[in-house]
């Protein structure tokens, strides 16, 4: 347990400490108007509560990623605790404060636009291509979750079976409702309770780690040991940091934050959405990751399953445990699905209406950012199409494509090959987010923060380390990627990384001496 309190101080202190620096680095201006003020449209750009700008936002990023890839990122050992910490503190939480307060000084602009305003035309044109394939894929993939998940509590509430279909056309219609309707409508008022669930279900789990003595959460003394406990697996470094991804770094967030943007009404607010709801998310990922070990590590594996499997550690027996279903008290099939281990946590600690609180926190977390993921694509669209979204009629015009797109992704085979990228696509986008953050710290005409001179290493240090991990990963990777050997592998990385990070240097001096 001292190693998650250390964790969740750090994280806590580091919101006041590094993320007010970040601000000073931004340099905010309480008397500029905010967007929703500027340009109010009734729609997109309407001023909301600073509560509900943070929840949403909150919502927006949080998905399954901080339960679910915490709970695969912790397979790695201690490493995922110290990921969370400094990845969120010094990485993620200032890469989705940065992103928002960006956009709130660019008139809302959607990530793209951002990235290609500062970056050049080129890579405009490859991010509004890889963010619409990320938004639809996410929006698509969170219809499947949910349905899912509400399926199987139907079965446990009332005993009905095969409803996947009826939730699936109901999602889908709520992703529409979000989707369209002005931001002050569904997501205004229906998030906040979505929040509240998740939030909930956190809190309770984090105090049944304290209420049940069992197990142990291993000690940061091995946080630099690779514990994954498959052999072959993608290797600690870049594994982990793909893996947890929302909890830590995701380029997802960054394409949500401008949708903050355009509700919040003074840039003095910007800390408390931005950086806090980023660090609330990691909060979250840090008590699901240290929940999860804690309680196998007490679990009798052996026991629960009938098996009389050796197990040599706590690492081992979290593999399992997420791997193997078990129908009408057999294994019928064995494949990663981490909602089996949180069904199995809740029930134990929480009991029956805990488990169901669970599962509706878990079903409130895709179904937000699911619907956000929709929305933030329509908005894309409507940046570089210059279409007017005013009228509803004019916004269903836009998103309907993109639902037709969706629809057809899961009716085809190669969604899922497009799927077991999206991870990396996500953290590549973190990469060109972290870089374009760079450029307008080195570059900004709308005023300075502190270290006017020196502010652009903040981002650029993320930037350089995310580019080596997503070109490790993608060259390492057997499931997803090139499958060459680790030592080749990191020494091309090594390669890409110098040469991108060459370029941009290259770049970013020749237009300071335009």
């Not at 509900?52 to 927006?60: D, R, S």
């Not at 636009?113 to 929006?139: F, N, P, W």
């Not at 770094?249 to 003095?268: D, Y």
């Not at 005409?445 to 997503?470: E, N, Y």
């Amino acid at each position: 347990m001292i190693t998650f309190c250390i964790a969740l101080a750090c994280l806590v202190l580091g919101y006041f400490l590094y993320g007010t620096f970040v601000e000073k680095v931004f340099g905010i201006s309480p008397d500029r108007k905010t967007p929703c003020y500027t340009r109010p449209d009734g729609s997109d750009y309407i001023p909301m509560p600073t509560w509900k700008v943070y929840t949403v936002q909150f919502l927006n990023i949080a998905g399954t990623g901080p339960i679910f890839g915490a709970l695969m990122g912790v397979l790695y050992g201690p490493a995922a605790f110290l990921w969370i910490v400094l990845g969120c503190l010094l990485g993620g939480a200032m890469h989705d404060y940065m992103s928002g307060m960006i956009s709130i000084r660019r008139d809302g602009a959607s990530l793209p636009e951002i990235i290609g305003d500062e970056l050049g035309s080129t890579c405009r044109l490859v991010m509004r291509v890889v963010t619409l394939v990320l938004m639809i894929c996410v929006g698509a993939s969170f219809v499947m979750i949910p349905a899912g998940l509400m399926e199987q509590l139907t079965v446990q509430l009332v005993g009905i079976a095969d409803t996947r279909l009826i939730w699936t056309v109901l999602i889908f219609l709520f992703y529409l409702a979000v989707t369209v309707f002005s931001i002050d409508k569904i997501v205004g008022n229906v998030y906040p309770v979505f929040g509240a669930a998740l939030l909930l279900m956190a809190v309770l789990v984090g105090i049944g780690m304290f209420t049940h003595p069992e197990g142990n959460i291993p000690s940061f003394a091995s946080a630099f040991t690779d514990c994954y406990p498959v052999k072959g697996a993608t290797p600690l470094f870049p594994g982990l940091f793909i893996t947890i991804a929302c909890g830590a770094v995701s380029g997802f967030h960054a394409t949500q934050s401008p949708m903050m943007a355009r509700c919040i009404k003074n840039e003095k607010y910007g800390l408390r959405c931005f950086y806090g709801a980023m660090v609330t998310e990691g909060v979250v990922a840090l008590i699901w990751a240290a929940a999860s070990i804690k309680f196998v590590d007490a679990l009798d594996v052996n026991a629960f399953y009938g098996i009389t499997d050796t197990f040599n550690n706590a690492y081992e027996k979290l593999y399992y445990t997420m791997t193997h279903v078990v129908r009408d008290g057999q294994v019928a099939e064995v494949k990663m699905d981490p909602s089996l281990l949180v069904n199995m946590l809740c029930n134990d600690w929480l009991g029956k209406t805990g488990l169901v609180l669970a599962v509706l926190g878990i079903v409130a977390a895709p179904m937000s950012t699911g619907g956000s993921a929709f929305r933030a694509a329509r908005l894309i669209c409507a940046d570089f199409s210059r279409f007017g979204q005013k009228t509803v009629l004019r916004r269903i015009l836009l998103a309907a494509p993109l639902f037709l797109i969706a629809i057809l992704m899961l009716n085809v085979s190669s969604f899922k090959v497009l799927w077991l990228y999206v991870s990396w696509f996500n953290q590549v986008l973190a990469t060109f987010t972290f870089f374009t953050i760079t450029h307008y710290l080195h570059h900004r005409a709308d005023g300075k923060g502190i270290l006017p001179r020196w502010s652009w290493i903040i981002a650029f240090l993320p930037a350089v380390f995310m580019l080596s991990v997503s070109s490790e990963f993608i060259l390492v990777d057997k499931g997803n990627g090139f499958g060459l050997p680790v030592e080749t592998s990191e020494a091309m990385a090594a390669v890409i990384t110098m040469v991108f990070t060459v370029l941009f240097i290259w770049y970013d001096n020749k237009k300071a001496n335009l």
